[in-house]
């Protein structure tokens, strides 16, 4: 389970998201991403499901969720898709193996810029839970 907060500011957002796991803050953190950037899911479509596999290599936890969920923007941007499902294939401190899924969109209701590594980190451990606060550029 994970559950998360916003905090709106001029140029930019603070997500705060915790989680009961490291897999569940990665995915909570991305449906968070979704939902600020596209308040309703995207309507049907004759595409379906749009599904991507990446591959992010980073020097911690905390770079690592800050190079995913840049990743999953830009590709979001690239390919006009809402990305809010998340199915991680592997996982540790340093990389991530996964396929994101989402639908696709004419627009977006907010423009987040980027994800920014300003005061981000990824705390906790297993049996007590994680958090990261993120700050996006908007």
Known sequence: MWNYEIEEHTADIRLGVQADTLEELFAGA????????LAQQPAKSDIGDVREEIYVKSEDRTALMIDFLSEALTLSHCNMVVYRELEILEISPTELSAIISGRPTESFDRDVKAVTYHGAEVAGKEGDGFAVEIVLDI
Do not use: D, F, N, V
């Open 30 to 37: 991305l449906k968070c991403l979704s939902e600020l950037i």
